[in-house]
């Protein structure tokens, strides 16, 4: 693994329907991100970690769930996926210190029918 | 709350010189960062501000102005390869970034 990576690439997703994005990160950077991109609205953060074990809501929290159980993974959990939450996913990790440059992963392109 | 304004699209020429703006009002701020996004990819970084005053980096120059919460991203010599989104945003309390709608500038021969 080289930076941070995102599973799966896409995914068309019946709603209703239970869905956990992926995100790793080997740089050991202590904060991770979870945007959504939209057309005409940009990227929104739906939730974020400051480090290991802590979590925070982000602008659309709503229907998402995230854990940070180690420094690595922070996976995003859609519990009930509905229509509008199709959308690309990006995941992002920084370093947490004053400059905090956002690396970002590749993304997800979910389509939730 | 937060209000990151930069324009919507940008078209120009190949071999000139396009600056794209942003004006911002945030609740705090820690820095100002503009990515770059082609189509179909993940944003990368080009440039982060802090203090006000002109950032040089090969032919991408970025400028804050935190009084005027303004900011511009300067490209010169365009490329074809430039032509992507460019996003403004602005780091204010904590680690999370607030990003802008993005520019997206088409580079034409």
């Known amino acids: 693994i080289a930076g941070i990576t995102q599973a799966p690439t896409s995914q068309i997703l019946a709603a209703g329907r239970r869905m956990t994005l992926r995100c790793t990160q080997d740089m050991r950077h202590n904060a991770m991100y979870w945007y959504r991109q939209d057309l005409g609205l940009g990227l929104r953060l739906i939730h974020y970690s400051n480090t290991a074990g802590t979590t925070g809501k982000g602008e659309v929290p709503d229907g998402y769930s995230v854990s940070r159980a180690n420094t690595d993974d922070f996976p995003l959990t859609l519990a009930s996926a509905v229509p509008s939450q199709t959308s690309v996913y990006f995941c992002?990790?920084?370093?947490?210190?004053?400059?905090?440059?956002?690396?970002f992963g590749p993304g997800t392109r979910l389509t939730v029918l | 709350g937060q209000n990151i304004d930069q324009p919507t699209e940008m078209t120009a020429t190949e071999g000139a010189i396009v600056q794209i703006n942003c004006t911002y009002q945030t609740s705090g701020f820690n820095g100002l960062f503009w990515y770059q996004q082609h189509a179909g990819e993940a944003p990368t970084f080009l440039s982060y501000n802090v203090l006000d005053g002109l950032e040089e980096k090969g032919r991408f120059s970025s400028f804050l102005s935190r009084s005027k919460g303004y900011s511009y991203l300067l490209l010169k010599e365009l490329q074809m390869k430039d032509s992507a989104s460019y996003l403004c945003?602005?780091?204010?309390?904590?680690?999370?970034?607030?990003f802008g709608k993005g520019t997206s500038l088409l580079v034409t021969p």
């Open positions: 992002a990790s920084s370093s947490g210190t004053e400059a905090n440059e956002q690396f």
């Open positions: 945003a602005v780091l204010n309390s904590g680690y999370a970034l607030n």
